[in-house]
């Protein structure tokens, strides 16, 4: 989108997000969510591998994730066959500590999934999470 709104040109229905170039014209812009997206390749993992034990490799390989970075520093990865994460990258900026699991966040988390959730909706993501 930032392309297309420098070149003065209408973004394609196809291309989601939004432009910034509001912000290389010196122009303030309000903070929104970042989303990421994991789809692996589905591949077959080699036996006698020395990468690591079968299983995990597995597991890591056929996962999918969807990912909401929040403007407040929250950062909530929600899995489909593994387990979920939730970092406060304020206090945690190397995402050291998993904090999904603690239970003392469940306004955090449900904000987040309400996000992701919206988010594939929009973007006709049928992973199931």
């Known amino acids: 989108p930032t392309l297309m709104d420098l070149l ?3 973004k394609p229905e196809q291309c ?3 432009s910034l170039a509001p912000l ?14 994991w789809s692996p ?5 080699v036996k006698g591998t020395s990468l690591g034990r079968r299983r995990a490799i597995k597991r890591a390989v056929e996962e999918s994730t969807r990912t909401v970075v929040m403007p407040d520093g929250w950062k909530l990865c929600l ?6 994460e939730l970092y406060n990258l304020n206090y945690d900026p190397i995402e050291a500590e998993n904090i999904y699991e603690r239970g ?5 988390v449900d904000r987040g ?13 049928g992973l199931k999470l």
């Open 8 to 10: 003065g040109q209408a």
């Open 16 to 18: 989601v997000g939004r």
């Open 24 to 37: 290389l014209r010196g122009e303030a812009m309000v903070p929104e969510n970042v989303f990421i997206e």
């Open 41 to 45: 390749n589905r591949m077959k993992v």
């Open 79 to 84: 899995r489909d066959k593994d387990m979920n």
């Open 104 to 108: 003392d966040h469940a306004a955090i």
């Open 113 to 125: 999934r309400d996000a992701i959730y919206r988010w594939q909706e929009e973007t006709d993501d």
